[in-house]
């Protein structure tokens, strides 16, 4: 009976793990339609930060009689300040930037060349080592994004949108191994509350200086299911289900079940913005997804999850 109940749950954390892989990947589709109806990058995050926010601060209130909820360490302090300027400022922004300049199918391909920096990083700042699965999963990831951008650097034309996502993928591998290096308070969410709520802060003042007009959206008559749609099934669900389901889930699990992103990226490309998926595009996902398996099962070895879901939010200790 204790095996059956055991098997139950492992089913159904996986399903919540899917769920949160697709849900993720919707966060595109979701941008493009909101694009086209005024939504700026910026905008957009910040959106997705107050609802976000909202929901982590409610959750935080009902657990605030917890013992050792708030006792953080200077450490933790340094690592959550860091990884709030890494992972809840520059990598969200260079993502919706470049999202608004190249098909959402592109950046869902480009996004998911992550576990290679967050290998190098790894080398780099906490004394790992390559292995034959990182190397050749490293390969597989080189080969399917160089297969992807091919015929731009032929002609020398690399799009800045190109460019932007790969920022972007650089600075959330780097905010994955400082969450690493530096963090070690044991309530997870009680650092996210703590970073969303730091890059609330920044994106508003950015957004009331740079561009205060944006303000105007959240009051403006618009598309309700978009508006609600993006922040709630394209981040906060897939926070709830990814890190509810690494409570049940081996970390190994959760970096094979990552693979199946970029596909799930992809066909929702193809079914609500109807972009057309390429030769070249099929090629490049097929490269990408070996490259994933193969990474994802090492550097979970090492506790850590190389594609997170949501960009503010942590990594599994």
């Not at 099929?282 to 997804?289: D, G, R, Y």
Request: charged residues 10%.
């Amino acid at each position: 009976m204790f095996l059956r109940s055991s098997e139950h749950n492992r089913h159904i954390a996986l399903t919540s793990l899917l769920l949160a892989v697709v849900f993720s990947n919707s966060q595109p589709v979701f941008s493009k339609l909101l694009y086209a109806q005024g939504w700026t990058p910026v905008s957009l995050y910040f959106l997705a930060l107050l609802v976000v926010t909202v929901f982590l601060g409610i959750h935080e209130f009902l657990e605030w009689a917890e013992q050792g909820r708030w006792d953080m360490a200077r450490s933790d302090i340094r690592g959550t300040l860091l990884t709030t300027v890494t992972g809840g400022v520059m990598s969200p922004i260079l993502y919706f930037t470049g999202l608004e300049l190249v098909q959402a199918s592109d950046a869902v391909l480009i996004a998911s060349f992550t576990p290679v920096f967050t290998v190098l990083f790894a080398v780099m700042m906490l004394g790992e080592r390559f292995n034959k699965a990182t190397i050749i999963g490293g390969s597989f990831l080189i080969a399917g994004l160089g297969v992807l951008i091919w015929t731009d650097v032929w002609n020398a034309t690399f799009t800045i949108g190109s460019m932007y996502l790969l920022g972007a993928s650089i600075t959330s591998a780097l905010t994955t191994i400082l969450h690493k290096k530096y963090v070690t308070h044991r309530h997870i969410d009680s650092i996210v509350f703590v970073r969303t709520s730091l890059s609330l802060l920044i994106i508003g003042l950015w957004v009331a200086i740079a561009e205060p007009q944006s303000f105007g959206l959240f009051i403006a008559p618009q598309n309700v299911l978009l508006v609600f749609g993006f922040p709630l099934i394209g981040v906060l669900l897939p926070f709830f289900f990814f890190f509810g389901a690494l409570r049940t889930l081996k970390a190994m699990d959760v970096g094979l079940v990552s693979g199946i992103g970029p596909i799930a990226g992809m066909l929702l490309a193809a079914t609500f913005l109807k972009e057309q998926i390429a030769p070249v595009q099929v090629i490049s996902l097929i490269c990408i997804i070996l490259g994933i398996l193969n990474i994802n099962v090492p550097l979970t070895k090492w506790r850590i999850v190389p594609s997170r879901l949501v960009g503010m939010g942590p990594l599994r200790k």
